[in-house]
């Protein structure tokens, strides 16, 4: 979107370039990235990311008020309600897709919030790589608010272990190294030194728990939560030995209701000329006549999981009324195709990465680039210049 940078980066791409990148990426814990890395990062200019920020600070303002906690008491489904809520998330990611207003403008169109964590500590790495394999000139940054790399790392060591020893700090997933992301948990590991556990591994002994390492029993005094609700419910197979919704002895980052708070249960609440018409489905008496301008979300899937793009009567008729509740019907976004790369245009989706100490903070992105319907692996199958990115900016 900066055209000097976009034609500059174009001219000198290489296929060699973009293999060694990628290969870099693989050696650096000798383990394949198991999700598609696009070929080239994006140039941001000036006036989109003074957009972007402005429209993310709208969005802040809400998620803070008083209304906005009322109205998110009602988002944790029965029986999920964990403990010992914190009074903000200490993690933010907020979704936008790149779109153009009626005047052509270049605008940010939120998807989607959530108070969880993403793939933070990797971000960091895929700069470090880019970096090294494609000339991205210094006045160019990732990071926000003039963090770099190494205050970047700092601040979310201060975020994650607290005033813990390391050790008593993990990150608690399911079969981690089975996980599309297992990359950034190795990442966490090579620059916070927080190891990632199972969740079939812990200990529990009263309130407290444990893991063990190199035969040693280490309490747990922080966990760093990347378990997916979603995926534990369907993992019936697991034995496990606590349950969330007890009364434990943890600091939880980020704590586990705000996964239900901040999600997609948001955006029905948020009204403003980022956020795109989206309701409850149960809220309507007549459904919209142009039903092909619609998507349907389930709440609190992930990934995409569960989204239905073309949406027919029939759809909405099959889900029960007492499900109702749990899907948003959003009005399609239409994200522009801004990107010019060897093979056509490609769409780009920026996803702002906070972390929240007494007010929330904004310090890098994550960018997704698709050529098909949506940002899903499925909708880009065989398409090249797509995939995971990082979004770059003047200082």
Partial sequence: MIKELRVKFNSEFTEEKYQSFTKDL???FNHHVDFRIAETPIFLPRELVAEIQNASEILLTAIQSKEFKEYSMNAIPEGLKVPNEDEHTSLLAIDFAICKDEAGNLIPQLIELQGFASLYCYQNLLNEKTRKHFDIGENYTNFFNGYNSETYIQKLKEVLIGDSNVENVILLEIEPEKQKTYIDFLCTEKYTGIKSVCITKIIKEG???YYEYEGKKIHIERIYNRVIYDE????????YNFRFTEELDVKWVAHP???????KYSMPFLKNKYVPETKFLHEFENYPSDLENYVLKPLY???GVGVKFDVKKSDLDSIKDSEKQDYILQRKINYEPVIKTLDGFAKAEIRLLYVWDEKPILINNLVRLSKGKMMGVDFNKDKTWVGSSIAYFEK
């Fill in 301 to 303: 899937s992930f990934a």
């Fill in 207 to 209: 309130k407290k728990l």
């Fill in 232 to 239: 534990l419910k369907k993992r019936t197979d697991l034995k």
């Fill in 26 to 28: 693989d050696d650096t």
């Fill in 257 to 263: 209701n705000w996964f239900f708070k901040i999600s």
